[in-house]
């Protein structure tokens, strides 16, 4: 009782800005979403290949934001347009996975098995999502990698992309054939970074 007199009361409550315990304080932006994708580009750009962020704040269902990309990257691949290639695309944010079964995985590596599913066989194109902490979902990777012979490669080893993707099980697709990103907590967090790279 005692407890939830105490959390209903007003001296519960989160401090306001101009409350006098922050009077010696300084807060101090470092990073952000936004700062890590235009430190991608810039370095894509020192190496001579152009670089386009679409935006550091995409949301919505890990699966159809891949599928968007896949397409994106697929009209840039045949196309040359909305960007020419060589070109790195990149975006962030980060998105939801709508649970359908109990496979293992997190958002980015379920948004790049549809990413690959979406670009299967095609040449020139190779991509990365990742989660900035280095930690993807409940997994040990902070996402993965994928081409245009990922699916193949996954069927090449009896998996099936369409039915992991259907059982939220990339971790175990990317898994099998060795392409997880799995570079270890990072130390910061500024969201998810996708990067695709279109030749």
């Known amino acids: 009782a005692a407890v939830m007199a105490h959390i209903n009361s007003p001296a519960a409550d989160a401090p306001r800005a101009d409350d006098s315990r922050f009077s010696r ?30 935006s ?12 968007v990309h896949a397409a994106i990257a697929r009209e840039v691949a045949t196309r040359n347009r909305p960007f020419r290639k060589p070109v790195l695309v ?23 098995l549809a990413f690959a599913i979406g670009i299967s066989g095609m040449d020139g194109i190779h991509a990365l999502a ?7 979902g409940s997994e040990d990777n902070a ?24 059982g939220n099980n990339a971790w175990t697709a990317f898994n099998v054939v060795g392409d997880l990103f799995m570079p270890g907590p990072t130390g910061t967090n500024v969201n998810d970074l996708r990067a695709i790279l279109i030749r």
């Not at 990073?31 to 962020?53: D, K, N, Q």
């Not at 993965?144 to 009896?158: I, P």
């Open 25 to 54: 304080n300084e807060v101090h932006l470092i990073a952000s979403a936004g700062v890590s994708l235009e430190a991608a580009a810039a370095e894509a750009r020192r190496h001579g290949i152009e670089a386009v962020i679409l």
């Open 56 to 67: 550091d704040s995409i949301e919505g269902e890990a699966r159809e934001v891949g599928g």
């Open 90 to 112: 990149l975006s962030g944010g980060e998105t939801t996975v709508t649970l359908r079964a109990k496979g293992k995985g997190g958002r980015n590596s379920e948004f790049l």
């Open 130 to 136: 990742a989660d900035t902490d280095g930690i993807d």
């Open 143 to 166: 996402g993965a990698f994928a081409d245009g012979s990922t699916v193949s490669r996954m069927r090449a080893t009896g998996v099936d992309a369409k039915a992991m993707l259907a």
